[in-house]
C-alpha cells in the first residue's frame, strides 16, 4: 500500500493514497481496533446535512465567502448520495464525544472539496468545522439522525402494520372464540376485537414515538465547546437550525439551553423509551400469534399462519412460527438498548457526555431492527394470518367460563359450583346446571347464548 504524509497539532502520520481523510482520523483508526461497529452510516449523512447546513449559516453571517460554502455543499451532497461511504471508516467505540468522527467528516469534505476546486480551498477545522466544536456537532448529528430515521423508516413501517391488523380485524369482526386471562379461559371475544387491541397497542405507540421526536429536534449547534458559544457569530445557532430544517423538511430549532444540550441525553433516553414500548407490545403481539396458532395438533391450533421453511433438520414436516422468533428476539434487542442509552444518558460529567457514539449507535439499531422487523413480520406473517374457525368454536363451547353469562340467573356461587362440578365429572355446563336444579332445560338454552357474550 501506498502512504502520503499527512500532519496535525501532533505532527506528521502517514495516510493511504487515494483516500480523503487526513491526520486525526487516521489516528482514530489506528488507535481503536476495537470491535466491527463503525459509526452508523444514518450518523454520517446526518453530519453532511449539519455541514452543509452550517456553511449556508455562515455564509448568510457573512463568516464564509460564496465559493467555499458552495464547495462544502456539493461535498455534503456527494456523501448524502452515498458516493464516498468508504471514507467513514471509524470505529464506534472511540472518543466518547465522537471528536474523531467529526474530524473525519472534516476533513474528508475538505480534500475532496479541494479536488473539486483545484486547488487548496478548504481546511478541514477552519472552514468546514467553522462556527463548530466536536461537541455540539457530534450531538446535532444525533438527533437529525435519530428523527429522520424513526420519521422516514420507523414510523412507516408501524403504519403499515396498522394497516394490515385493521384489516384483519375487519375480516374476522364476527368470529366469536374463547377468550384467556392469565393464561387460562376467560369470557368469550370476537377474533376482530382480539385483533383491535393488538392495532391500537401500535397506534399508541406511533403516537407516543411521534411525541417524544419533538424533544429530539432541538439541536445543539451553537454551542460549541462547554455550551458558551464561543467563536461562534451572535445568530449562528438559530441561522443553522434553521438551514437544517430547509435541508430536511423537518421542523428543527436550535436549544434553549445549550449547556443542557452538551452534557444531556435525556431526549434521547425518553424518545427511546417510546421506542422500547413499542417492541414490549410487539412482543407481546407475536406471542400471542405463536400461541394462537400453537400446534398443530397439541396447541391451541385456533389460527394458521403462512408455513415459510422446514421447522427442523430431524423431525420431518415440522414447520415454527419463525416470524414471531425473529421479532422477539428484535424486541429483547431493543430492550436491551435501552438500558444502554440510559446508562449513556447518566454519565454527562460537568458539560459534556462522552458516550455519545455508542449512544446514537444503539438508538439507530434499534429503530432499523423494529422497522425491518415489522415489514418482515406483517409481509411473511401477519398477512397470512387465517382464523380456525372450527377450532374456535369447539374452544369457545368447551370452555367453563361461560358460564359467567348465569351470573345473573343462579347467582355467583351457584354458577362457580355449575362450572366446577361440569370440570370434575367432564361434563357440559348444561348438564351441570340442570343436575343441580338451579335452571330447567329450556331456561337454560334461552339465557345460555354464547355469541352473544361479546
Not at 363451547?397 to 362440578?421: D, F, Q, W
Amino acid at each position: 500500500m501506498e502512504y502520503r504524509i499527512e500532519t496535525d497539532s501532533m505532527g506528521e502520520i502517514r495516510v493511504p493514497v487515494g483516500v480523503y481523510w487526513g491526520a486525526q482520523t487516521q489516528r482514530s483508526l489506528e488507535n481503536f481496533k476495537i470491535g466491527t461497529e463503525k459509526i452508523p452510516v444514518e450518523v454520517i449523512r446526518a453530519f453532511a446535512i449539519l455541514k452543509k447546513a452550517v456553511a449556508n449559516a455562515n455564509h448568510r453571517l457573512g463568516k464564509l465567502d460564496a465559493e467555499k460554502c458552495g464547495v462544502i455543499g456539493q461535498v455534503c451532497d456527494e456523501i448524502l448520495a452515498g458516493k464516498l461511504d468508504d471514507q467513514f471508516p471509524l470505529a464506534v467505540w472511540q472518543t466518547g464525544s465522537g471528536t474523531q468522527s467529526n474530524m473525519n467528516v472534516n476533513e474528508v469534505v475538505a480534500n475532496r472539496g479541494n479536488e473539486i476546486a483545484g486547488k487548496k480551498l478548504l481546511h478541514p477545522n477552519d472552514h468546514v468545522n467553522m462556527s463548530q466544536s466536536s461537541n455540539d456537532t457530534f450531538p446535532t448529528a444525533m438527533h437529525i439522525a435519530a428523527v429522520l430515521e424513526t420519521k422516514n423508516q420507523l414510523l412507516p413501517a408501524v403504519e403499515r402494520m396498522i394497516g394490515e391488523l385493521l384489516r384483519l380485524e375487519v375480516e374476522n369482526a364476527n368470529i366469536v372464540k374463547t377468550g384467556r386471562t392469565h393464561l387460562q379461559d376467560a369470557t368469550p371475544i370476537s377474533f376482530g376485537q382480539e385483533i383491535s387491541g393488538w392495532r391500537n397497542m401500535l397506534e399508541k405507540s406511533k403516537k407516543m414515538i411521534a411525541m417524544s421526536l419533538v424533544e429530539v429536534a432541538e439541536l445543539a449547534l451553537g454551542g460549541t465547546a462547554v455550551g458558551t458559544g464561543l467563536n461562534a457569530p451572535e445568530g449562528f445557532g438559530e441561522a443553522a437550525a434553521e438551514e437544517v430544517t430547509k435541508l430536511t423538511g423537518e421542523s428543527f430549532i436550535t436549544a434553549e439551553n445549550k449547556f443542557h444540550a452538551l452534557t444531556a441525553k435525556d431526549e434521547l433516553v425518553f424518545a427511546h423509551g417510546a421506542i422500547k414500548s413499542l417492541a414490549a407490545n410487539l412482543m407481546k403481539i407475536a406471542n400471542d400469534v405463536r400461541w394462537l396458532s400453537s400446534g398443530p395438533r397439541c396447541g391451541l391450533g385456533e389460527i394458521f399462519i403462512p408455513e415459510n421453511e422446514p421447522g427442523s433438520s430431524i423431525m420431518p414436516g415440522k414447520v415454527n412460527p419463525t416470524q414471531c422468533e425473529a421479532v422477539t428476539m428484535v424486541a429483547v434487542q431493543v430492550m436491551a438498548n435501552d438500558t444502554a442509552i440510559g446508562l449513556c444518558a447518566s454519565q454527562g460529567n460537568f458539560e459534556l457526555n462522552v458516550y455519545m457514539p455508542v449512544c446514537i449507535e444503539n438508538f439507530l439499531q434499534s429503530v432499523r431492527l423494529l422497522a425491518d422487523g415489522l415489514d418482515s413480520f406483517r409481509e411473511h406473517c401477519v398477512s397470512g394470518i387465517v382464523a380456525n374457525e372450527e377450532k374456535m368454536a369447539e374452544n369457545l363451547h368447551r370452555s367453563l367460563m361461560l358460564v359467567t353469562c348465569l351470573n345473573p340467573y343462579i347467582g355467583y356461587e351457584n354458577a362457580a359450583k355449575t362450572a366446577k362440578k361440569a370440570h370434575k365429572e367432564n361434563i357440559s355446563l348444561k348438564e351441570s346446571c340442570v343436575s343441580l336444579g338451579f335452571l330447567t332445560e329450556e331456561k337454560f338454552d334461552e339465557v345460555f347464548k354464547p355469541e352473544e357474550m361479546i
